[in-house]
């Protein structure tokens, strides 16, 4: 049976140059960074070139990388911080943002005497920047928080904009850049964000790795106690194999850019048109049909078929081969509808199945064919 990965917005395939790299420091590089003696000092100039190199492909200052376990940590310690040691009252945001953001604001409502104000959300999925502007009259401190990719629908969020309206409104502004960075350049002195983070696995590195970056001078305190570790703002050992294969991986992800960009742009698009011969009825959720709107690497489609069979959609997939998903991973075996579609889908369509289709430049037409020919066959069956 063929089998096709098209979940790369969960998480990517490693690079074989990756693995090998780790396992090499694995093997050779063991000391403990916060150690004195050589084998620490070898260890803790692996950690340091790492954040020297993420650094430079932002054009920021090493000490504003901040290693964590990954994209979730780094919104908590942002979002936490902000309200516990900045002084920030109100956090705008949107409900389309992702539950690592969602459910952490949640929390602080609970625990702090804080506003949290959502700005609209258009029907194509993107932010309503009139009503964005008109909250940011505000006096309070505020915070805003806007991923840069949503992870469900792929939309754009025109981050420089944003990051400029913050700043003409003394607001912070944090972004969730999980899903651009590795796919999309940022020099961060040109566009004026506050704090944002990454994760490894996202593009093409280990699991269990990523990175805030903190803008010089921000404030922001620990939210891990128990050692000095990087800068004092996240305590314990640093995990040296899983940040230098996040480096190299991130590395590759630029050199090879502008190539991988035009491949998978290629494939998304020979699947919007392969979509739309075999299902004249399809509906592409957001803006993902559109490249200028949307990122390269994803599709949400809501398909034509019956809603008693659309539970059933997913798993037949899966006993094809294919690797797709409903929404976000974090929210599998979850029953309830994708808080995204909810906010952006009429009821009628919320019926149908909509599937997120997220490929990269390990994907081929062969799979996309394939994938098409299965949702064919099934809709000959009566699946539609």
Known sequence: MKSVYFDSAATTQMRDEVIERMANVMKDYYGNPSSTHGFGRHAKSLLETSRKTIASFFNVSAAEIIFTSGGTEADNLVLRSAVKDLGVTEIISSKIEHHAVLHTLDELQKEFPISVNYVNVLKNGHIDMDHLEQLLQSPKKTLVSLMHINNEIGNLLNIERVANLCKAHQALFHSDTV??????????????????????????????????????????????????????????????????????ALSLAYKHLEAEQEYTLSLKTYFIDQLQDAFPDIQFNGDCANPEGSTYTLLNVCLPFTADKASLLSFQLDLKGIACSRGSACQSGSSQNSHVLTAILEDDYLKRPSLRFSFSSFNTKEDIDYVVEVLKEFSGNGMA
Do not use: W
Request: no cysteine; glycine share 14%; aromatic share 8%.
């Open 179 to 248: 899903q651009s960075v590795g796919h999309y350049q940022m020099d961060l002195q040109e566009i004026p964000i506050d704090f944002m983070a990454a994760s490894a696995h996202k593009f093409h590195g280990p699991k269990g790795v990523g990175f805030a970056f903190l803008r010089k001078n921000s404030g922001l305190r620990a939210s891990i106690y128990g050692g000095e570790q990087e800068r004092g703002l996240r305590a314990g050992t640093e995990s040296i194999h899983n940040i230098v294969g996040m480096a190299d």
